[in-house]
């Protein structure tokens, strides 16, 4: 089975902070993928990767950044964590063409 | 843009009913359409993947069609259990990106 880990389910952080949520895959997706999740808003993509080192922004790439120096790993930065950064994120991978996203189990991060 | 709508939002049923998820599409030239579920507090498992080529997939009591020419797509879920409660998201994944587009899910409740 693929498998996506996220490398927290919890988190909790201080305004101002710089956070790091790491993802690892371990089926040599080329694609991997940030997206957040909040009630009635649904899933919105910060950010996206289809090789080590590329990027791409997503729909709300703000206060965000992200490195990708592993074909294996993905990782989000909050700059400076915001209240407004609450939310639970979650990452993806996939291959190239005709295959679907494998989901990690996603980080509930609390901004306070 | 792609825009992914799905009906309805909630869904509350008795055990034992077979039901239809629904998921409309509007731009047509997708790779591929892609079900999952998401129990509150976690990640997304994906259910069912079907390749823009296909007509329909079936996994246990589960069966997923895909009508590509009218943006539509349906979840079937046959003897509806309580542990089948749970949000009900699709994704479909378009030729020129590499990305997916969400619909906002259906909440789905199996009453017992």
Redo the contacts between chains.
Sequence with gaps: DVKVTQSSRYLVKRTGEKVFLECVQDMDHENMFWYRQDPGLGLRLIYFSYDVKMKEKGDIPEGYSVSREKKERFSLILESASTNQTSMYLCASSSQGVYGYTFGSGTRLTVV | KQEVTQIPAALSVPEGENLVLNCSFTDSAI??L?W?RQDP??????LL?I??SQREQTSGRLNASLDKSSGRSTLYIAASQPGDSATY?C?V?EYNF???Y????TKLNVKP
């Design positions: 790779y591929n892609q999952f507090g976690k990640g997304l498992t994906s993947l390749q823009s998201l994704a994944r590499n990305k997916f969400f619909g906002s899910g």
